[in-house]
């Protein structure tokens, strides 16, 4: 993880209210990118190597080239590639982290294997998301601050 230092002025309360915002607008926004651009490599046999996908049967290639006339990783008919990105993230965060809700084809829990291979990261995937993040920090940190305006009547 890439870590930051920010020296601000201003009151504690007001600092730590700001950051909290600030980290959490950063991680749910390395969650949609993880989303709309990293999760859908994992259907793709670019992503089979780059995540170290344990290598497949040959029979089992084989019966699916010959049924199915794709290679593709984790897909056999494609409902689970649909089913996993399918509408919009499902992300709850916090100023501590994130995590996007990816809904899987049932049997997937039974095939630990799968469920890790959908879940793995590169190196590569891990620069791109802490650089998003600290994008993010840095741009809601040097926002203008909102100022309240009481009108007295």
Do not use: C
Not at 11 to 19: I, L, N, V
Not at 31 to 37: D, K, S
Not at 116 to 143: C, P, W
Request: glycine share 6%; aromatic share 8%.
């Amino acid at each position: 993880m890439t870590k930051v230092t920010i020296i601000e002025n201003g009151s504690p309360d007001q600092m730590t209210r700001k950051q909290r915002g600030a980290h959490r607008e950063a991680y749910i926004a390395a969650a949609r990118h993880w989303w709309f651009r990293l999760l859908p490599r994992h259907f793709t046999m670019a992503g089979a190597i780059e995540y170290g996908y344990e290598p497949r049967k040959p029979t089992y290639i084989a019966r699916k080239m010959r049924s199915k006339h794709h290679r593709d990783p984790l897909v056999w008919s494609g409902h689970s590639r649909q089913t996993a990105l399918r509408g919009d993230p499902r992300v709850v965060a916090t100023y501590k982290g994130a995590s996007v809700k990816v809904e899987i084809p049932r049997f997937w829990n039974y095939k630990p294997g799968l469920r890790n291979e959908l879940l793995a990261a590169s190196g590569r995937d891990e620069t791109a998301l802490d650089k998003i993040i600290e994008t993010v920090v840095m741009r809601e940190l040097n926002k203008p601050e909102r100022r309240r305006v009481r009108s007295k009547r």
